[in-house]
């Protein structure tokens, strides 16, 4: 039976216990499984390899991203070098221009170490990503919509170009969630999660997610967790499963307030520039909308010079200043020196993540009491 994605949501991967009629995957809270003999086992021998609460909640990915392999980490950034390490010494990956700081370190600070090389290109520019491919490139590592500027790459177009030159896509659909995007449909290689933020989506757990479609990559990738063995854990897969099956009503709620507020603040008087891929006048609202369904729920904003960005901060009371995003609560982060705080100052003000950049994950609270909230920080945070 073919399901739509509400259904999936809830019923797919593995859809309760067949041994009990648990409505719920049990968590298999062992390190070792029981073998009847020598080269005889029941499918699992040890839980850094196998573990069925894992292997539903991969199960369940790969069903929601419309892929056929899941693999299942102990955070985003473990899922983000298990990828990396199937690249060699020599190797190059072209990168989306802003994307998680997390994400720049770990190429920037320890795969360079290895030889492994990156070049930052805006990757919603077609023609360079094109010009950034040489000899030694041998994938494109594409944030969309990017963190924290909310660019937005064509990812189908982008696939097509990578293709061409015999190169990877692996897209980091955070963001969005397979809920609002499935970039495996649209021609990506690798889908990358960090199940912390919106899969989770209580603050409560950490996690990484790869899914693929095609069986000799998911080979390689299965082998690069098992042998690196940063895999998630029995009981934080069950909490990962647990928020997927809220994942369709909180997503609808988390787009439905950052759709409000975004146009709040576009219209309000106390706002430099708004970057929201869901607002009409975004640059990349068109591709936005052809791509995925809607412009997800994180917004980031500069306020106009009267007003201090860090007494702004200080002067909320209902919103959270917290690192993450994708909570049922709304937090707001400062990416210049919380979440971005890696990326070299220069490149950081280059591609635009300067200091006074404040980003916002929308949460499901009333609307209106986030926009009190919002207008109250701002006017306490006026100079003179």
């Given at each position: 039976?073919?399901?739509?994605?509400?259904?999936?949501?809830?019923?797919g991967?593995?859809d309760?216990?067949?041994?009990?009629?648990?409505?719920?995957?049990?968590?298999y809270?062992?390190?070792?499984?029981?073998?009847d003999?020598?080269?005889e086992?029941?499918?699992?021998?040890?839980?850094?390899t196998g573990?069925?609460?894992?292997?539903?909640?991969?199960?369940?990915?790969?069903?929601l991203?419309e892929?056929?392999?899941?693999?299942?980490f102990?955070s985003?950034?473990?899922?983000?070098?298990?990828?990396?390490?199937?690249?060699?010494?020599?190797?190059k990956?072209?990168?989306?221009?802003?994307i998680?700081?997390?994400?720049?370190?770990?190429?920037?600070n320890?795969?360079?170490?290895?030889?492994i090389?990156?070049e930052?290109?805006?990757?919603?520019d077609?023609?360079?990503?094109?010009?950034?491919?040489?000899?030694?490139?041998?994938?494109?590592?594409?944030e969309?919509?990017?963190?924290?500027?909310?660019?937005?790459?064509d990812?189908?177009?982008?696939?097509?170009?990578?293709?061409?030159?015999?190169?990877?896509?692996?897209?980091?659909?955070?963001f969005?969630?397979?809920?609002?995007q499935?970039?495996?449909?649209?021609?990506?290689?690798?889908?990358?999660h960090s199940?912390?933020k919106?899969l989770?989506g209580h603050?409560d757990?950490?996690?990484?997610?790869?899914?693929?479609?095609?069986?000799?990559?998911?080979?390689?990738?299965?082998?690069?967790?098992?042998?690196?063995?940063?895999?998630?854990?029995?009981?934080?897969?069950f909490?990962i499963?647990?928020?997927?099956?809220?994942?369709?009503?909180?997503?609808?709620?988390?787009?439905?307030?950052?759709t409000?507020i975004?146009?709040?603040?576009q219209?309000s008087?106390y706002i430099?520039k708004?970057?929201?891929?869901?607002?009409e006048?975004?640059?990349?609202?068109?591709?936005?909308?052809?791509?995925?369904?809607?412009?997800?729920?994180?917004?980031?904003?500069?306020l106009?010079?009267?007003?201090?960005?860090?007494?702004?901060?200080?002067?909320?009371k209902l919103i959270?200043?917290?690192?993450?995003?994708?909570?049922?609560?709304s937090?707001v982060?400062?990416?210049?020196?919380?979440t971005?705080?890696a990326?070299?100052?220069?490149?950081?003000?280059k591609?635009?993540?300067?200091?006074?950049?404040?980003?916002?994950?929308?949460?499901?609270?009333?609307?209106?009491?986030?926009?009190?909230?919002l207008?109250?920080?701002?006017l306490?945070?006026?100079?003179?």
């Amino acid at each position: 039976m073919s399901l739509k994605r509400n259904s999936l949501i809830i019923h797919g991967g593995v859809d309760g216990d067949e041994t009990t009629g648990a409505v719920n995957i049990p968590i298999y809270q062992t390190s070792t499984y029981k073998q009847d003999g020598l080269g005889e086992n029941r499918g699992w021998e040890y839980s850094r390899t196998g573990n069925p609460t894992r292997d539903a909640l991969e199960k369940l990915i790969a069903d929601l991203e419309e892929g056929k392999y899941g693999l299942a980490f102990a955070s985003g950034l473990a899922a983000i070098n298990t990828v990396l390490s199937l690249f060699k010494s020599g190797d190059k990956l072209v990168v989306s221009s802003n994307i998680y700081g997390g994400t720049f370190r770990i190429l920037d600070n320890v795969f360079k170490n290895f030889g492994i090389t990156y070049e930052i290109v805006d990757t919603s520019d077609e023609e360079a990503v094109e010009q950034a491919i040489d000899s030694d490139v041998k994938a494109v590592y594409v944030e969309s919509p990017a963190n924290p500027l909310l660019t937005v790459t064509d990812i189908e177009a982008v696939a097509k170009i990578a293709h061409k030159h015999n190169l990877l896509l692996i897209v980091d659909n955070t963001f969005l969630t397979p809920y609002l995007q499935r970039p495996l449909s649209l021609g990506a290689d690798i889908v990358i999660h960090s199940g912390t933020k919106y899969l989770g989506g209580h603050s409560d757990t950490v996690s990484g997610l790869v899914v693929v479609k095609d069986e000799k990559l998911a080979d390689r990738l299965y082998y690069l967790q098992n042998s690196i063995g940063g895999v998630l854990p029995p009981f934080d897969s069950f909490l990962i499963i647990r928020g997927i099956k809220t994942l369709g009503v909180r997503m609808d709620r988390h787009q439905e307030n950052a759709t409000k507020i975004a146009k709040w603040l576009q219209e309000s008087p106390y706002i430099e520039k708004v970057y929201y891929p869901g607002l009409e006048s975004d640059e990349g609202y068109e591709i936005q909308k052809k791509q995925a369904d809607g412009g997800g729920a994180m917004i980031s904003f500069v306020l106009k010079p009267e007003y201090d960005y860090r007494v702004f901060f200080k002067s909320l009371k209902l919103i959270t200043l917290a690192e993450s995003l994708g909570g049922v609560e709304s937090l707001v982060c400062h990416p210049a020196s919380m979440t971005h705080a890696a990326i070299p100052r220069e490149i950081r003000e280059k591609v635009g993540i300067v200091d006074e950049l404040i980003r916002f994950s929308v949460g499901i609270e009333d609307a209106e009491d986030l926009i009190l909230d919002l207008e109250q920080a701002i006017l306490a945070s006026k100079k003179g």
